[in-house]
């Protein structure tokens, strides 16, 4: 546990005057900006669109690039922790995975200051206690896509890691206005997020009796996202472990 620590320490230095740190506010910034400028005039748009394309698009978008940036990083270096740390390749990676999850927090966290206080000073619908939910899902949510954007930054660089993972988040939207929502991972986060933001996943407003609204669905897609999380992380560990560094 120690050495984890120690890497998260060496992460957070190498990342705070990096890109890669700064894209951490960065893009919940532009999600912000893009929805006020593309609602001005509107009622009850700002936090609505906001968080809309927050999960749809920048927060995954952002995940796989911050990704590949720790992966750049850590070859341009030559691994430089495994030597100093002395410690073993899992520990490098799960150190580095569970740095980058803080950062989706963090951005997370952004969101909800700015359509909270975006939804002060203009109008919206979005309840606090939804916007914070909606920070804390769509956080544990997207966790298992770090695995998967290492491994693919690593075997295939930025360019096919952004169009993988983006693509998956497109059809996660499609998906998650089916039954069967929860055969897809990437469905889950704007699935089960509207009973909080009250925005449907193709970005209308959730109306009573609308189905997306059923809390029902929330409990079980924690519990998936988790479960793709765990099993994830272990098999791109147990692959990295065997993999030559160069």
């Keep these: ?72 990083q850590e070859k341009k270096t030559n691994y430089y922790n495994l030597v100093t740390l002395s410690i073993s390749k899992r520990k490098l990676m799960l150190g580095k995975i569970i740095y980058i999850s803080w950062g989706i927090l963090l951005s997370n966290v952004i969101m909800f200051a700015g359509t909270t206080l975006g939804g002060m000073l203009l109008t919206t619908h979005v309840p606090v206690g939804g916007a914070a939910m909606a920070a804390l899902i769509l956080t544990v949510t997207e966790l298992w896509g770090v695995p998967v954007c290492l491994f693919l930054s690593d075997r295939l660089g930025m360019i096919p890691d952004l169009l993988i993972y983006l693509t998956l988040s497109i059809a996660g939207i499609l998906v998650s206005q089916t039954d069967r929502w929860y055969l897809l991972v990437s469905a889950i986060p704007s699935r089960i997020v509207c009973p909080f933001i009250l925005v449907q996943p193709n970005g209308t407003a959730a109306e009573e009796g609308c189905p997306f609204l059923d809390m029902g669905a929330v409990v079980p897609g924690i519990c998936i996202s988790v479960a793709w999380f765990i099993v994830l992380t272990i098999l791109y560990l147990r692959w990295f472990e065997k993999r030559e560094v160069k």
Excluded: C, D
Aim: net charge positive; charged share 10%.
């Design 1 to 72: 546990m120690i050495a984890v620590i120690n890497i998260m320490k060496a992460e957070y230095q190498k990342g705070k005057h990096s890109m890669r740190g700064r894209f951490i506010w960065i893009f919940p910034l532009v999600t912000l900006v893009l929805a006020f400028i593309l609602t001005i005039g509107m009622t009850n748009s700002f936090a609505e669109s906001a968080w809309n394309w927050w999960y749809t698009a920048l927060l995954p978008g952002m995940t796989a690039i911050i990704v590949y940036l720790a992966i750049v």
